[in-house]
């Protein structure tokens, strides 16, 4: 099994930044990509951002030159660099993984528990 565990949320103020860190860990054996996405209060879960492993990156419209992801295969890590936060940003952010776990040829969907991230002043 493929465990990921996120880092970073917390309180931040308006124009503030945070940056998010979400580690894949147990029988993991390869990340075909790994994302980030958000549910805000009363809303459904969204899609933020992903990064590949090739290092590609793919943004929602909404965090387009603000936020930055970016990986390390070698360490199974993705981080999210969150800068000129808004209130609208504030969610539970959640990782996103498509791995194979050690001697399973399947790639299966992993998600995290969950970091919040509250802009406010």
């Known amino acids: 099994q493929v465990r990921l565990v996120e880092s970073g949320g917390g309180l931040v103020q308006p124009g503030g930044s945070l940056r998010l860190s979400c580690a894949a860990s147990g029988t993991v054996f390869s990340i075909t990509s790994m994302g980030w996405y958000r549910q805000p209060p009363g809303k459904q879960r969204e899609l933020v951002a992903t990064?590949?492993?090739?290092?590609?990156?793919a943004y929602a419209d909404s965090v387009k030159g603000r936020f930055t992801i970016s990986g390390d295969n070698a360490d199974k890590t993705v981080y999210l660099q969150m800068n000129n936060l808004k209130r609208e940003d504030t969610a539970v952010y959640y990782c996103?993984?498509?791995?194979?776990?050690?001697?399973?040829?399947?790639?299966?969907?992993?998600w995290g528990q969950g970091t919040q991230v509250t802009v406010s002043s």
């Open positions: 996103n993984a498509f791995a194979s776990a050690t001697m399973d040829f399947r790639v299966l969907d992993y």
């Open positions: 990064w590949y492993s090739d290092d590609s990156t």
